[in-house]
């Protein structure tokens, strides 16, 4: 079974940094896409980078250098590091994996299993 559970998640003052972990269970996640969406509130969720089994990365126009994705494959665990966090930033951050194979890692369309989501609050 598929699990995914995000950890990290918190209030920040503007200018802060912060990491996401996301810790996968169930079957082995060396084979499968992952990334990191997030939702504000009254907004779609937005795919923020994914990564592919080899370790390609495609990240989102917005993102301007302040966030890295990285995973650890050994303990099925994904992170985001956030830097300079801003008020923009305000959303629910979900990780998702996909075992089929695909291009688009940062679409939110291509991503079967989801996790429950992180809140990250930022004030100003």
């Known amino acids: 079974q598929v699990q995914l559970k995000e950890y990290g998640g918190g209030s920040m003052q503007t200018g802060g940094s912060l990491i996401l972990s996301c810790v996968a269970s169930?079957?082995?996640?060396?084979?499968?896409?992952m990334g990191w969406f997030r939702q504000a509130p009254g907004k779609e969720r937005e795919g923020v980078v994914g990564i592919d089994v080899d370790g390609k990365t495609k990240y989102a126009d917005f993102v301007a250098g302040r966030f890295t994705i990285s995973r650890d494959k050994d303990r099925n665990t994904l992170y985001l590091q956030i830097n300079n966090l801003q008020p923009e930033d305000t959303a629910m951050y979900y990780c998702?994996?996909?075992?089929?194979?695909?291009?688009?890692?940062?679409?939110?369309?291509?991503?079967?299993?989801w996790g429950q989501g992180t809140q990250v609050t930022v004030s100003s």
């Open positions: 998702a994996a996909e075992f089929r194979p695909c291009t688009a890692v940062a679409s939110v369309y291509v991503y079967s299993y």
């Open positions: 169930g079957p082995p996640y060396s084979s499968a896409s």
